[in-house]
């Protein structure tokens, strides 16, 4: 099994440009999840989704912010337009729930720069 | 909502001396508590769990306690080697989301 697998690895834009990131879960597995993390605010959650419908979105900073989840091996993470604070690695995770465990694993993460 | 905290933010200690890292949680619903090591540039990686219905497990140099009343759990490493410097993340859940601490940085000094 390949894991969790995100594209790109790093990405560097240009602020009010499109920013689209990609993850492909583990075969399987029925939930993803989408982090950023920063050093200021840690390992924040930004929406997950179970059997490809976004369960919580709660985390999503703003509307700029977007993510779908079109089937059960892809999922995508849309921000336009992209301000430099949004500079960040951001991953994402899968798991199998509905079992006795939910471990979370995650991808090796997507390190975006926003100029 | 729920919350999890972490302390301390940074630790260091002598190689072979063992490290506490200690967690709170408000949710009672929680019965899932992972323990997460993320090394430099890396991804944050499983390295032991526990769940509500057990106190204290075990793995070679790494243990994790859980007081479900006193909500709170604590992981514990001990004979500390240089590998074992990263940042650690403690996180609870239930059925599905995690809530993640805002981690430790274990730096073992040689």
């Known amino acids: 099994d390949a894991g969790v697998i995100q594209s790109p690895r790093h990405e560097v834009t240009e602020m009010g440009q499109e920013v689209t990131l990609r993850c492909k879960p583990i075969s399987g597995h029925n939930s993803l999840f989408w982090y950023r993390q920063t050093m200021m605010r840690g390992l924040e959650l930004l929406i997950y989704?179970?059997?490809?419908?976004?369960?919580?979105d709660s985390g999503m900073p703003e509307d700029r912010f977007s993510a779908k989840m079109p089937n059960a091996s892809f999922s995508t993470l849309k921000i336009q337009p992209s301000e430099p604070r949004d500079s960040a690695v951001y991953f994402c995770?899968?798991?199998?729930?509905?079992?006795?465990?939910?471990?979370?694993?995650f991808g090796p993460g997507t390190r975006l720069t926003v100029l | 909502g729920e919350n999890v905290e972490q302390h301390p933010s940074t630790l260091s200690v002598q190689e072979g001396d063992s490290a506490v890292i200690k967690c709170t949680y408000s949710d009672s619903a929680s019965n899932y508590f992972p323990w997460y090591k993320q090394e430099l540039g890396k991804r944050p990686q499983l390295i032991i769990d526990?769940?509500?219905?057990?106190g204290e497990k075990k793995d070679q140099r790494i243990a994790v306690t859980l007081n479900k009343t006193a909500k709170h759990f604590s992981l514990h490493i001990t004979e500390t080697q240089p590998e074992d410097s990263a940042v650690y993340f403690c996180?609870?859940?239930?059925?599905?989301?995690?809530?993640f601490g805002t981690g430790t940085r274990l730096t073992i000094i040689p």
């Open positions: 996180a609870e859940g239930g059925n599905e989301k995690l809530t």
């Open positions: 526990i769940r509500s219905n057990v």
């Open positions: 995770a899968s798991s199998f729930t509905g079992g006795l465990y939910n471990e979370q694993f």
């Open positions: 989704f179970n059997n490809n419908v976004p369960i919580d």
